[in-house]
């Protein structure tokens, strides 16, 4: 059974750092670029970053530039969003995907395979 596994979420006050973690299972991480993608309470799921294949490209939304750093080790199976300075409107679930990047971006029609999601709140 192929899948996505999050972890690393949890309660953070501002300004403070998360890493979270997505390993797969059942199929080869090394052949799909990796995104990640958040939905805030209310709000629609919105894709937040993507890394290609090989970790040579990355890209970000604007609300989290200079602050969020995605890596990946394909030894590992396994995907990584380093998140710093963490802001309230952060807070959301977190889900990880498997797929393509089109122009630096992933979008739900390019996913092959989604996580379950892990909760990120950003709160004092």
């Known amino acids: 059974q192929s899948q996505l596994v999050e972890s690393g979420g949890g309660l953070v006050q501002p300004g403070g750092s998360l890493t979270l973690s997505c390993a797969a299972s059942g199929f080869t991480m090394e052949y799909y670029d990796i995104g990640w993608f958040r939905q805030a309470p209310g709000k629609e799921r919105e894709g937040v970053s993507c890394?290609?294949?090989?970790?040579?490209?990355?890209n970000y939304v604007d609300s989290v530039k200079d602050r969020f750093t995605m890596s990946r080790d394909d030894a590992k199976n396994t995907g990584y969003l380093q998140m710093n300075s963490l802001e309230p409107d952060d807070t959301g679930v977190y889900y990880c995907?498997?797929?393509?990047?089109?122009?630096?971006?992933?979008?739900?029609?390019?996913?092959?395979?989604w996580g379950q999601g892990t909760q990120v709140t950003v709160s004092s």
């Open positions: 995907a498997a797929g393509l990047c089109y122009r630096g971006t992933m979008t739900s029609e390019f996913v092959d395979f």
């Open positions: 890394i290609g294949r090989g970790g040579g490209m990355t």
